[in-house]
Nanobody
Framework: QVQLVESGGGLVQAGGSLRLSCAASGRIFSSYAVGWFLQAPGKEREFVAAMAWTGVTTYYADSVKGRFTISRDNAKNTAYLQMNSLKPEDTAVYFC??????????????????WGQGTQVTVSS
């Protein structure tokens, strides 16, 4: 069992930055792939970024490529999503997710075993 807790959301002006954190507890975090997803009001949850369990390969949605960076610190059992050049359309609840020993483009799908409760990001124009 893995418990995930997101933090770092908030209100920011367009063009600003935020860094989201995803703290994991339970199992050995280094054996898990990590993903970030967002869900805007009235819309389905969609993929933002992911990192394979090896920590070598990363994946990004086209809408955030070049602006967002996913990273992890296994010693701290924490994953991060650095968000720069934020836009009003980035406004959503952001969720982190984890799945064991996964890599590849399937990380863009929502087939993760564990999910956090989400953190709200609001970007004002």
């Amino acid at each position: 069992q893995v418990q995930l807790v997101e933090s770092g959301g908030g209100l920011v002006q367009a063009g600003g930055s935020l860094r989201l954190s995803c703290a994991a507890s339970g199992r050995i975090f280094s054996s898990y792939a990590v993903g970030w997803f967002l869900q805007a009001p009235g819309k389905e949850r969609e993929f933002v970024a992911a990192m394979a369990w090896t920590g070598v390969t990363t994946y990004y949605a086209d809408s955030v490529k070049g602006r967002f960076t996913i990273s992890r610190d296994n010693a701290k059992n924490t994953a991060y999503l650095q968000m720069n050049s934020l836009k009003p359309e980035d406004t959503a609840v952001y969720f982190c997710a984890a799945v064991r020993y996964r890599s590849g483009s399937s990380l863009r799908e929502r087939a993760y075993d564990y999910w956090g409760q989400g953190t709200q990001v609001t970007v004002s124009s």
